[in-house]
């Protein structure tokens, strides 16, 4: 397992953006799949975005495809979230997640229950 600890949450406008930063501690990040999970009150943990352990595959919601971008650098033990033109439903808690690595299915990245290391979430609030 790793450490994971998010960082770039805040309240930005409709149409804004948003960097989130997780930074994980453990030499084993490197054979860790990593994924973006957000939860809103009264609703599910939902899947965002997932980055494959070598950084070749990506994967990303149907509500967030085209304006989200996940991003990994295993030299700085790090995984980043850019957020474009942000929308109130984007509103949640968000969350770092990794999964011992190679999966390539989106059934199975996706899949909350299949991580074994969170962070503790960061606030993403965006008003109209």
């Known amino acids: 397992q790793v450490q994971l600890v998010e960082s770039g949450g805040g309240l930005v406008q409709a149409g804004g953006s948003l960097r989130l930063s997780c930074a994980a501690s453990g030499r084993t990040f490197i ?14 943990r939902e899947f965002v975005a997932a980055v494959n352990v070598n950084g070749q595959s ?19 033990n790090a995984v ?5 033109g942000l ?9 770092c997640a990794g999964r011992r690595g190679g999966a390539t299915l ?6 909350a229950s299949g991580y074994d290391s969170w962070g503790q979430g960061t606030q993403v609030t965006v008003s109209s």
């Open 31 to 44: 054979t860790y799949d990593m994924g973006w999970f957000r939860q809103a009150p009264g609703k599910e």
């Open 58 to 76: 990506t994967h990303y919601a149907d509500s967030v495809q085209g304006r989200f971008t996940i991003s990994r650098d295993n030299a700085k």
């Open 80 to 84: 980043g979230l850019q957020m474009n």
């Open 87 to 95: 929308k109130p439903e984007d509103t949640a808690v968000y969350y």
């Open 106 to 111: 989106l059934e199975i990245i996706s899949q």
